[in-house]
């Protein structure tokens, strides 16, 4: 469980907004990417060395800068879900953001402080042979899940220079192609929008594997807490909180495993609700409010003993 939170008076409160987006709006961030073809996996109960992997389709979610949770994820989220287009995102307006830590440790005083650093966070379990795969293939199967996660939230070309490359590469190809539309598979400040003050990203969360339809599929959440001040400020040390939930198949096909990233959905705070594409935007101190309507349900972006909500609201955060 988080720390016990620091207090917050009425005015801090109200300084966050909430926006949703509209109907219309929501349809467009939700396309529908064509499925790759599919093939009945040809499945073996003995494990093959030198297996090659390809990995293949997405319906990634997603929209606009968030909000987030953060400590122990149950994951359950994912339970019940067809394979219709879900909602990607929640977004957030906080216009006073919790003052810097100090610029030698600017994760001290919160959650973060006891993460692990980058890519130490994303603990993949101990590969195990299941439902048609060898513990061979489910071996490399997590190697590529991680290698994604890694591309897309911890890459400094990926976060601090919207370079979708690391990404594309870590892709199955055909997937990749869908990415330039899909700016929020990755976390990606916006141009001008912040720089890092330290290089190190504090990582939290789960990786939870399960027998899927055809393989092995995975579910992954974590915390990605990163350090960043506007340019040529230095001082306004801020924490954004990005949180990232992921779910991935993993299936034999012919003498491939291939892994395919169905859903991808994406929390940030703090950051504007009336964000208009997919970029992240922090808010620091100063900044004026915007535009949103306030819900009065402040949540703790550290908390993730709840499941995301991806439903394009927008909520305001209580610390970051």
Request: aromatic share 6%; hydrophobic share 35%; proline share 10%.
């Amino acid at each position: 469980m988080p720390d016990e939170l620091p207090p917050f008076d009425d005015d801090f409160i109200a300084g966050a907004s909430i926006s949703e987006p509209s109907a219309r709006q929501r349809a467009r961030r939700r396309p529908r990417l064509p499925r790759p073809p599919r093939r009945r996996p040809a499945r073996s109960r003995r494990g093959a060395s030198g297996e090659t992997m390809s990995y293949l389709k997405a319906s990634g979610l997603v929209g606009g800068a968030v909000v987030v949770l953060g400590a122990a994820a149950t994951g359950m989220w994912w339970l019940g879900r067809d394979d219709s287009p879900k909602p990607s995102s929640i977004t957030l307006k906080l216009q006073s953001p919790t003052p810097s830590a100090a610029p030698s440790d600017p994760f001290a005083g919160s959650p973060a402080a006891s993460y692990a650093d980058g890519e130490a966070g994303i603990e993949m379990p101990a590969a195990k042979a299941m439902n048609g795969l060898t513990g061979t293939d489910v071996e490399a199967a997590y190697a590529r899940i991680k290698r994604i996660l890694v591309a897309a939230d911890l890459d400094q070309a990926t976060v601090y220079s919207g370079d979708t490359k690391p990404l594309a590469g870590a892709l199955d190809p055909e997937e990749a192609k869908a990415l330039p539309s899909h700016r929020a598979w990755m976390t990606a400040f916006a141009p001008g929008s912040a720089v890092a003050a330290t290089g190190t990203v504090k990582v939290h969360g789960t990786v939870v594997p399960s027998a899927g339809k055809d393989g092995l599929t995975v579910k992954t959440d974590h915390n990605f807490v990163y350090a960043v001040h506007p340019p040529n400020r230095p001082d306004l040390v801020q924490r954004v909180i990005v949180r990232r939930s992921a779910v991935f198949t993993a299936t034999r096909e012919g003498g491939d495993v291939r892994v395919w990233m169905n859903e991808s959905g994406r929390s940030a705070a703090p950051a504007p609700c009336a964000a208009k594409d997919d970029w992240i935007r922090p808010t620091f101190r100063g900044d004026p409010s915007g535009g949103g309507t306030d819900t009065n349900r402040p949540e703790d972006p550290y908390d993730m003993s709840k499941p995301p909500t991806y439903d394009n609201a927008c909520h305001s955060v209580i610390r970051t």
